[in-house]
């Protein structure tokens, strides 16, 4: 019984998986933007970039179906 109540599940897991992939970068930017500011930081950058090319900077999201990487740096940007 388990097994047939799981199936469905995983088949529409596997039916948004696209569609979040699908996500541009520019709207998860300003979900994290959105949550970063509801903490009270108001110095920081987010940027995205090619996953890969993060440097020193903290990964805080993905988008550009995982080749992008959403990297975040406290302070103001120079």
Known sequence: MKTVMLVPAIALALAA???L???SC???KAAIAAKIEKK???DYTLEAVKKGEEGDRKVV???GGGT???VYKRG???
């Open 17 to 19: 998986a696209p569609a």
């Open 40 to 42: 009270g930081v108001k």
């Open 26 to 28: 520019d709207d998860v």
């Open 68 to 70: 992008m990487v959403i």
């Open 76 to 78: 103001k940007a120079s």
């Open 21 to 23: 992939a699908g996500t």
């Open 61 to 63: 999201g993905t988008c």
